[in-house]
């Protein structure tokens, strides 16, 4: 018989049960809420139909393509909930009645499962799809409610992953060994620290190199059709970026020399037609062979970025504004966020310790 029980692990937390009616368990906190939640599913003469968890991962899937459909969701972000579709579908403590499913079963087995192998950032973005999924549920009247367990004060917070700090020598013997075709598509990524998708839609037009300077204005972002040419990431991401030296010597030389072929979209690095290069070629034939003949641990296309901008703090300190302004980030927050603990200086933090301390106590 459906009834509601306090948890003694747990005080102040209430187990009802709802197996008689179709709706298995629940955990609430409060007396009143189950009171409530117990009282609601009798109403209905039953919890909710029984539903397969798979089977409403489909249905919720379906209710995406037609929200993209009608432009009411990115192409991108349909690409990430089919990636983690499948991680959901693949968890073996997922594969039964959606009313089965607890938030102690989601604590301490889903989560955990979920973190074998993937990064943190990745779990975070399984979880939340996966209390879309739940609420998706709840609207279709297959849940009473969401049993995503609210994981935001856990006591053992996961420390941020802090980008690491690549060395100026690394850079130079990666370029080095880097394949001919891509050595220059390396240089002016660690040169420029445009993401790929302004990389990929520079045109020579917004290639001033008498004033030394390149100009962001597009984008290639995935779209249905592949890929889409649209604004920066952000307002912040139309700007200014310097280029000099050896990288602005071999622009000029490789305007001189790029093939005909490849000239027809005025394309700054195009593939071997003069369409939009790949990523996938800059990273698998470029950079990752570059690294394995330098001899170094492999790095990510997207690490040249932070490379660029950890020459910026050392060339400018902490002038966070202009640094934010070169690397087209919205605020000064998003930069120091990403790069404030590459801002500490042993050294400086030395002179003003002593210097304090002889103003107070000598």
């Not at 008689?20 to 039953?46: F, H, S, W």
């Not at 579908?89 to 594969?95: E, F, Q, V």
């Not at 690490?303 to 302004?325: C, E």
Request: charged share 30%; glycine share 10%.
């Amino acid at each position: 018989m459906a009834n509601y029980r306090e948890r003694k692990d747990r005080p102040g937390h209430w187990v009802v049960d709802l197996r008689d009616i179709g709706g298995g368990q629940r955990t609430v906190k409060g007396k009143a809420a189950a009171k409530a939640l117990l009282a609601k599913a009798r109403e209905g003469g039953r919890a909710a139909p029984r539903a397969i968890f798979v089977a409403v991962v489909d249905a919720f899937m379906e209710e995406m393509r037609a929200r993209l459909d009608r432009d009411e969701i990115s192409y991108g972000y349909f690409c990430n909930l089919l990636t983690y579709e499948k991680h959901l579908k693949g968890n073996l403590a997922l594969r039964g009645d959606i009313g089965d499913i607890t938030p102690g079963l989601i604590k301490r087995r889903v989560i955990p499962t979920l973190r074998h192998g993937r990064s943190e950032k990745t779990v975070t973005n399984i979880r939340a799809t996966l209390s879309l999924i739940f609420d998706f549920a709840v609207d279709e009247g297959l849940l009473l409610i969401n049993p995503m367990p609210n994981m935001k004060n856990q006591r053992k917070k996961r420390k941020r992953q802090l980008v690491a700090k690549i060395q100026p020598d690394t850079i130079r013997a990666i370029i080095a060994g880097a394949p001919a075709k891509y050595t220059l598509a390396i240089m002016f990524a660690a040169g420029t620290g445009l993401r790929a998708g302004e990389q990929r839609a520079l045109r020579w037009a917004n290639v001033d190199l008498d004033a030394q300077h390149v100009y962001v204005g597009e984008a290639l972002r995935r779209a249905r059709q592949g890929v889409e040419l649209g604004d920066p990431k952000s307002e912040a991401g139309f700007r200014h970026v310097p280029i000099g030296g050896q990288l602005l010597s071999r622009l000029r030389a490789w305007k001189l020399a790029q093939p005909e072929a490849q000239r027809g979209g005025d394309l700054v690095f195009p593939s071997r037609t003069g369409n939009f290069m790949d990523t996938g070629n800059w990273r698998n034939r470029g950079l990752y062979v570059a690294c394995r003949e330098a001899g170094v641990e492999r790095i990510r296309w997207h690490d040249l970025r932070h490379y660029f901008a950890s020459q910026l703090l050392d060339k400018l300190g902490d002038n966070l504004n202009r640094v934010a302004d070169i690397m087209g980030h919205e605020d000064i927050t998003t930069t120091r966020g990403i790069y404030g603990h590459w801002l500490i200086d042993d050294t400086r933090d030395q002179i003003i310790g002593d210097d304090l301390a002889r103003a107070i106590f000598d």
